[in-house]
């Protein structure tokens, strides 16, 4: 979803620095995007990296004035014998709920402070933090059965957790911030269609009011809504884009 994130605003007319944790790929990801625009490695969790990061682009730019928080880990389960019984809550291994943590939350706020003071400091900004519908309304653990009924893995507990974490730290940031005019604004997404399995996605579709998956393409219109003047009266919002999924 980040490429599509990073699409949606290249086409809007912003200058975007691609990020994610494999260099060569974003770079590569960029250059498809047009020659202004920059593919860079960070560590969302690690402190030294978005100080380098922030360093370089203020050299190159001079600014920063958008900025999406997207990374996540949202667990998947290599192993799909083991998956049921590792995603059960009763077994959760604190490593993976310590990972979640630092990359979902810590993450979100790392790149808050270091990328968001900048706009702070210039008293212009939109910072862009996706959550989930999980960050709202429980996992549906039944979509995760396969056919037979049996549970292929539980949505685990990190993710929704993680998630509603993001939410309120919008609302707190968007507090703190708004003297500064920055605007700081979640994007609750839902599941967006990947080659999932039928059943799969059938049953989720059926449990959203539009009747289908979301496209990748579906978060483009909001993305460039928050990131622009188009949504300069809005901070601290929770923008819930998935098929209706939480409205039920
Ligand atoms: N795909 C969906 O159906 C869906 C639905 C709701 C919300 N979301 C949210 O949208 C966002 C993107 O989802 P996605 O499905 O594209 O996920 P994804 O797993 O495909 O992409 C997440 C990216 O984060 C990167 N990442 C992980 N740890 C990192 C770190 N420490 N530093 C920098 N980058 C790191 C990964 O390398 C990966 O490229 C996530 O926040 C996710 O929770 C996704």
């Known amino acids: 979803m980040g490429k599509e994130h990073c699409r949606a605003l290249a086409e809007a007319g912003a200058t975007v620095i691609a990020a994610d944790v494999d260099e060569k790929k974003c770079k590569d990801f960029a250059s498809q995007l047009g020659s202004n625009h920059m593919g860079m490695e960070i560590d969302v969790a690690n402190m030294r990296s978005l100080f380098n990061a922030r360093e370089q682009i203020l050299k190159k730019y001079k600014t920063i004035d958008i900025l999406i928080n997207n990374a996540a880990i949202n667990d998947m389960f290599e192993n799909p014998i083991a998956a049921a019984e590792k995603s059960k809550f009763e077994n959760y291994p604190l490593p993976l709920w310590e990972k979640s943590l630092d990359v979902n939350v810590t993450g979100v706020f790392l790149c808050?402070?270091?990328?968001?003071?900048?706009?702070?400091?210039?008293?212009?900004?939109?910072?862009?933090?996706?959550?989930?519908?999980?960050?709202?309304?429980?996992?549906?653990?039944?979509?995760?059965?396969?056919?037979?009924?049996?549970?292929?893995?539980?949505?685990?507990?990190?993710?929704?957790?993680?998630k509603g974490a993001v939410i309120s730290f919008t609302r707190f940031l968007a507090s703190y911030w708004g003297e500064k005019n920055v605007r700081v604004n979640t994007l609750s997404p839902g599941g967006v269609e990947n080659n999932q399995d039928e059943y799969f996605k059938t049953n989720y579709s059926n449990r959203t009011l539009l009747k289908r998956m979301a496209a990748p393409s579906d978060y483009k219109g909001a993305i460039v809504f928050l990131a622009s003047d188009a949504s300069s009266y809005m901070t601290g919002a929770n923008l819930v884009v998935d098929g209706g999924w939480t409205a039920i």
Do not use: H, W
């Open 112 to 162: 808050s402070q270091v990328f968001g003071t900048v706009m702070a400091e210039n008293k212009q900004g939109s910072i862009i933090n996706i959550a989930s519908t999980y960050g709202i309304v429980a996992p549906d653990q039944d979509i995760y059965k396969d056919e037979t009924g049996r549970q292929q893995f539980y949505k685990s507990v990190s993710y929704p957790v993680t």
